[in-house]
């Protein structure tokens, strides 16, 4: 455990920023899976409003920090083929 002060306030920002993130990702997740499920499904109009939720979350957990900018890209991309390919 960490004696210094300026250690002990690393470790508490540190652990709040690993939640902050750990709700972002989470969230990008459940968008993710909700337009898997919908492309599963075959459901065309569902999958193109949960495509365009999912691309705003990833889109915010890029701007956060959350994902690098080339993740986020290959995730958009690859959801939008997939809704692409239900067309």
């Known amino acids: 455990m960490a004696n210094i002060k300026s250690a002990k306030k690393r470790i ?3 652990q709040t920023k690993a939640a ?7 969230k990008v997740k459940t968008a993710v ?9 075959n459901e065309l109009d569902v999958a ?3 495509l365009k939720v999912a691309i705003v ?4 957990a890029k701007s956060k ?3 690098h900018k080339n993740t986020a890209s290959r ?8 809704v692409n390919s239900i067309a």
């Not at 902050?20 to 989470?26: F, H, P």
């Not at 979350?57 to 915010?60: L, M, N, Q, R, V």
């Open 12 to 14: 508490l920002v540190n």
């Open 20 to 26: 902050r993130n750990k709700a972002i990702k989470s």
């Open 33 to 41: 899976k909700k337009v898997e499920v919908a492309v599963e499904k």
């Open 48 to 50: 193109k409003e949960a």
């Open 57 to 60: 979350e990833i889109s915010k």
């Open 65 to 67: 920090g959350v994902y």
């Open 75 to 82: 995730k958009i991309s690859r959801l939008s083929k997939a």
